[in-house]
């Protein structure tokens, strides 16, 4: 069982910067893929980035490659996901999700979530 809760969200002026963190619980938290989602009023929930347990391997969605990076504390058990250069369109809430086999972009394929945080860009 992996509990996860993120934090950082807010509302932040087009071209800003935001950091959020997903506190994961469980032993086993270091052993997980780790990826971040979100989903914006009224769509379906993107895939935005993840990062590999094994070798820290990471994906971005084409629309955040270059000014979002994600990465992972396993001492810490907290997974990041820096946001720099935001524009109006990133508004939405970010959720942090885990799956043991998977570094899939399918929501679907992973097995536990956070509550989500929301991020708000104004223009």
């Known amino acids: 069982q992996v509990n996860l809760v993120e934090s950082g969200g807010g509302l932040v002026q087009a071209g800003g910067s935001l950091r959020l963190s997903c506190a994961g619980s469980?032993?086993?938290?270091?052993?997980?893929?780790m990826a971040w989602f979100r989903q914006a009023p009224g769509k379906e929930r993107d895939f935005v980035a993840v990062?590999?347990?094994?070798?820290?391997?990471?994906y971005y969605a084409g629309s955040v490659k270059g000014r979002f990076t994600i990465s992972k504390d396993n001492a810490k058990n907290t997974v990041y996901l820096q946001m720099n250069s935001l524009k109006p369109e990133d508004t939405a809430v970010y959720y942090c999700?885990?799956?043991?086999?998977?570094?899939?972009?399918?929501?679907?394929?992973?097995?536990?979530w956070g509550q989500g945080t929301q991020v708000t860009v104004s223009s």
């Open positions: 999700a885990a799956s043991r086999l998977s570094y899939s972009t399918a929501g679907r394929q992973y097995d536990y």
């Open positions: 469980g032993r086993t938290f270091s052993t997980y893929n």
């Open positions: 990062i590999t347990w094994s070798t820290g391997t990471t």
